[in-house]
């Protein structure tokens, strides 16, 4: 029993290496895009009810943006969309938002430094908070 156990470890080892592959290789990429009903939504909402979505997902990761100055898709990453929200105290967030509606929110700031993309905003999805356009009472 004892040689049958020394004979498959090292077999086990070397079969965990599997075939290997350059490590310099990119990870392979899916390219089936699986996007939720939220997601998709995000893209069909106006500036007011997107920037208050964003504004929601990052006050429930416990962070703070007190105004929503501007949003902005950004990109797919890793089968996620990448969003972007500027507050009104200049802090720029980045938001994963994956097809399982999770929401990881980091600074912009620090994207790059750790080889996330850059918060960039794609062209044709930039807003703002939306309140510009909205009918205000005005009792008099």
């Given amino acids: 029993m004892m040689r049958f156990a020394a004979l498959m470890i090292p077999a086990a080892m070397l079969a965990a290496c599997g075939s290997g592959g350059s490590p310099t290789e990119p990870p392979l990429q899916n390219d089936i895009m699986v996007r939720s009903n939220a997601q998709q939504k995000l893209f069909e909402l106006n500036d007011l009810d997107r920037a208050i979505a964003l504004k929601r997902a990052i006050a429930d990761q ?4 007190s ?3 501007s949003t902005g898709y950004v990109t797919r990453f890793r089968d996620m969309d990448m969003w972007t929200a500027t507050c009104s105290d200049d802090r720029q967030w980045a938001l994963f938002i994956g097809a399982n509606d999770s929401v990881q ?3 912009c700031f620090d994207n790059e430094k750790v080889g996330l993309p850059a918060c960039t905003v794609q062209p044709g ?7 510009e356009n909205m009918v205000t009472n005005k009792a008099g």
Avoid: K
């Avoid at 416990?62 to 943006?65: D, E, M």
């Avoid at 999805?125 to 309140?131: I, N, P, R, S, V």
């Fill in 62 to 65: 416990g962070l703070r943006c």
């Fill in 105 to 107: 929110v980091r600074l």
């Fill in 67 to 69: 105004q929503i100055v």
């Fill in 125 to 131: 999805t930039e807003g703002g908070t939306g309140l």
